[in-house]
């Protein structure tokens, strides 16, 4: 089976500065990776994927993630915040059987003026 | 191209009512997931569907909750006699298939409240 540890519950950070939002996974099997992303009272969007290929992939709002096969884990980062990346992010796995997907327990960034 | 449509957005039951919770996939699409999200907690997975089919109900509490996807219709997600600690959101996502490993899309989910 696997699990999603999201290492950080609640992440403030100043507009313009960067940040990263932790994601660890475990598997005993290959999997693909996801960035979510979910506004108040909203449904999830998602960010950004890894499926195969490259290990740094590029997602939307500027977004981007490393897979680190090694570290099991695939960090989200952006070089410069802005006040409307103010939301929750999740991480997720899907084993390639495409089944179902797991969450890790998501993030809060709160981005300050 | 319409999302993933959930409704109602928002329902409130009392303890002991039915809930019944409707998803339409997006157009094209044959899978249907349902996920819970209590307070301050991530999404877990419920169940799994494909038309007329339950491929993984492993998430489901074992009693008071079902789910079907019918060959014609929204997929339902029901909960008998709910009580408080029913009170969550709940999404729905839905794929075109599972070979491609393709993503799931995600509705705006249903909020549910029982007093």
């Known amino acids: 089976a696997q699990s999603v540890t999201q290492l950080d519950s609640q992440v403030p950070v100043f507009e313009e500065a960067p940040v990263e939002l932790r994601c660890n996974y475990s598997?005993?099997?290959?999997?693909?990776l996801f960035w979510y992303v979910q506004y108040p009272n909203q449904g999830l969007q998602l960010l950004l994927k890894?499926?195969?290929?490259?290990?740094l992939v590029k997602g939307i709002n500027g977004f981007e993630a490393e897979f680190n096969k090694s570290q099991t884990s695939f960090h989200l980062r952006k070089p410069s915040v802005h006040i409307s990346d103010t939301a929750e992010y999740f991480c997720?796995?899907?084993?390639?059987?495409?089944?179902?997907?797991?969450f890790g327990s998501g993030t809060k960034l709160n981005v300050k003026p | 191209n319409a999302g993933v449509m959930q409704n109602p957005r928002h329902l409130v039951r009392r303890r002991g009512q039915e809930a019944r919770l409707r998803c339409s996939p997006m157009?094209?699409?044959?899978?249907v997931y349902w996920y819970r999200q209590l307070p301050e907690e991530g999404l877990k997975f419920m169940v799994y569907?494909?038309?007329?089919?339950?491929?993984?109900e492993s998430g489901m509490p074992k009693e008071r909750f079902s789910a079907e996807f019918p060959k014609e219709g929204p997929s339902i997600l029901r909960i008998q006699q709910v009580v408080r600690g029913d009170s969550a959101a709940y999404f729905c996502?839905?794929?075109?298939?599972?070979?491609?490993?393709?993503?799931?899309?995600f509705g705006e989910g249903s909020w549910l409240t029982v007093v």
């Open positions: 996502a839905s794929s075109p298939d599972r070979a491609s490993g393709n993503t799931i899309y």
């Open positions: 598997s005993s099997v290959s999997v693909y």
């Open positions: 890894y499926l195969s290929g490259s290990t």
């Open positions: 997720a796995v899907s084993d390639r059987g495409f089944n179902k997907f797991y």
């Open positions: 157009k094209g699409h044959s899978h």
């Open positions: 569907l494909q038309k007329e089919n339950i491929i993984d």
